[in-house]
């Protein structure tokens, strides 16, 4: 399990709060510690864990909270965010020109991991179909090249080298223009780690860089170094740009997570993570999932779902709009153009204690048209937008014309409008009257109008 121990660490923080009967200060002081210690444990930063847990304490107390979910369920989802937030939001997928050969000159330091992920890597993309080669342009170490090679006929990666050749550059340079010349489109290039200290080596890797001129620099970087691992993304980064880090090792190692938030506090793109010495132990890194999976809760995608679907409060206006009964297009369009999608009718209905009623049909139509219709809806009048009745077929036929689209597009879209308009109606009949949690104060509990227009 990789980071099997800070991840059981923060599993047990967080049942323990879940299991607490209140979640007051105390018992988020509690947490705090725990945290605190799971990620110290794990030689995260120290000055990284203490604003970490800052922001945990004064979110999990002072935070608003939707309607809909407890303290102790918006308590989780801050402590998986803010996890997030120290590993990178954003996942950056390895850069891959098309329409040409690709090279990516891998380097670090000796030892590191380089020779094996390159295997695993090359595999893992031959996997998601493009072809694939790697370069033995360690010249340095006796039984590179065999080590490399081995280890790519094992996973059926094809392998160029040339065992007598000492240069490195030159076998790197004849092992890219080879596969190049097949139109190979994944070109992973291996090089020596012969230096324990990084000024020799990142003078050599800008060499070999002159001369290939590669898509990308990947970095490969132990993890067992802990917070260590972030001086040689530093140092290598400002020597030359690094396109991709590899954090390898992350199985068993206890210092994982230290390197992995060291690593991500220097701004450098983690891609990818060697979790094991096997071919296949290689992960592409995506924050968001790798902290649900460090947390290890089985309901914790759908405990987060749920306070993220609690707190997408809808479009108010909107809101209004259904309880007053006067659904007009106008209120169509702004639902469309705030939130993108009328999907979120659904979620309205839902809040209103009539979720999932939507008749899918209804919703399909919908989402497939709705680019089209926020077209036609821009070439309608203020007062056609007021009141689609007035909408006969002359007013069709210029609106259709007016937005390059068919009367029978038109035809549709009032048609959609009338649908959900009847299906409005028809639930607040059903329902006699209806409520908006959190609205409560806003609509003073009125009757609804009779009817609607
Ligand atoms: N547990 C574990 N071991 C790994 C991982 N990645 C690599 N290793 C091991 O680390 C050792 C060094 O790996 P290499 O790929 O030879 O490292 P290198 O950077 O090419 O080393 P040099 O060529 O000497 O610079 C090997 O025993 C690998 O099996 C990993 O993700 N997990
Ligand atoms: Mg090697």
Redesign the pocket.
Known sequence: MVLGKLGSSLHQAVQKLLRSSVVDEKSVKELVQDLQRALLQADVNVHLVMDLTKRIEQRALKDKIAPGISRREYVVKVVYEELTDILGQKVVPLKVQPNQSNIYLVV?I????????IVKLAKLLKKEGHTVGVVAA?TF?AG?YD?LKQLADRAEVPCFGDPKEKDSIKVAKKGVKHYQDQKTKIILVDT??RHKEETGLIREMKQIAKALNPTEIIL?VDGTLGQQASSQAEAFNAATPIGSIIV?????SARGGGALSAVAATGAPIKYI????KVN?IEKFEPTKFVGQLLGMADFESLLKKVQDAEAMPDKELAKALLSGKFTLKDMMAQMEAMGNVGSIGKILSMLGLGYKVPDEMKEVATENLEKWKVILKSMTEEELENPKLIKSSRTARIARGSGTQQKDVKDLLKQYQQSRKFIKTLRKRRGGLRIPGMEGMMGGQKPPRGGR
């Open positions: 670090g000796q030892g590191s991991g380089k020779t094996t992920n360690d170490r590179a080590q020596a780690g490969v390898t090792k992350l199985d068993g060697g979790t094991g010495e132990d």
